[in-house]
């Protein structure tokens, strides 16, 4: 699904703009950090209590647009919302290694801290990949 070329922007980059779907069919959008997974997903952590995530919880199709000036990439798909563990302190590790530029924090370490900040994870399944410039 994810050519070479698309996986080397989206590796290259770490911010996205997601789009979800509000109750009454309105788009939100947030800026988020990203971790392009081994198998072409996105990974984001969330708090549990923001708009992204209620909204991916009752409409799991969500689009995200990585820019890089006027180019730009649109990612069109389907989230997965995980707040188990112990697959949410994996990903969460991952992402924060990912966008702090340093060591990945043992997954059992900062389980208390992701249920005090009431973190969980949005790995979104790409259905369709744009490339604008």
Not at 8 to 15: D, E, G, I, P, Y
Not at 26 to 44: A, F, H, I, K, T
Not at 48 to 53: D, E
Request: charged letters at 25%; glycine letters at 6%.
């Amino acid at each position: 699904m994810i050519t070479e070329e698309q996986r080397a922007f989206l590796t290259a980059h770490r911010w996205a703009v997601l789009a979800t779907g509000r109750r009454d069919g309105s788009p939100q959008q947030s800026m988020v950090g990203y971790l392009l997974d081994d198998e072409g997903r996105l990974v984001v952590s969330a708090k549990a209590y923001t708009a992204k995530w209620r909204n991916a919880r009752r409409q799991p199709r969500v689009s995200l647009t990585v820019p890089d000036g006027r180019a730009h990439l649109v990612v069109y798909g389907t989230a997965e919302c995980i707040d188990a563990d112990p697959l949410r302190a994996e990903l969460t590790a991952d992402v924060f290694a990912a966008l702090g530029g340093g060591d990945r924090p043992d997954p059992s370490t900062i389980v208390s801290m992701l249920d005090e900040q009431q973190r969980t994870v949005l790995r979104i399944t790409p259905d369709q990949i744009l490339f604008h410039e």
